[in-house]
């Protein structure tokens, strides 16, 4: 999608912070962290949420989880602990039209969350 923020983002047409990148996967740190470790988890195609997930299109899924268990070692999360969200849809909180996975530690995280 032309005007998806996170797909200029993955092609390099907006700057960011990034934690990793392959050619599926990019991985940035939140302009507007909730946590002191808030990474966001992308996947360079455009899928638009959880819902758009199908038999073409699910590894990659599978490929970003891989990806958080490099980047939480990395990063010094993995034994602390840390929490995985993909918010979908508005009132589950999405707010970028494009699948995208929050990466959040460095603090003790409370439930419920919201």
């Known amino acids: 999608m032309s005007d998806c923020i996170f797909c200029k983002i993955a092609k390099g047409e907006i700057p960011s912070k990034k934690v990793y990148e392959d050619d599926k996967v990019l991985a940035f740190y939140d302009i507007e962290p ?68 929050h990466l959040l530690g460095g603090r003790n995280l409370a439930w419920p969350p919201g």
């Open 34 to 101: 909730a946590a002191p470790v808030h990474v966001l988890v992308i996947p360079k195609n455009h899928i638009g949420s959880i819902n758009e997930i199908n038999n073409e299109n699910s590894s990659i899924v599978a490929h970003i989880f891989e990806v958080i268990n490099k980047i939480v070692v990395e990063l010094n999360i993995a034994d602390t602990g840390y929490r995985v969200v993909s918010n979908c849809g508005d009132q589950g909180g999405q707010t970028v039209g494009h699948l995208h996975f």
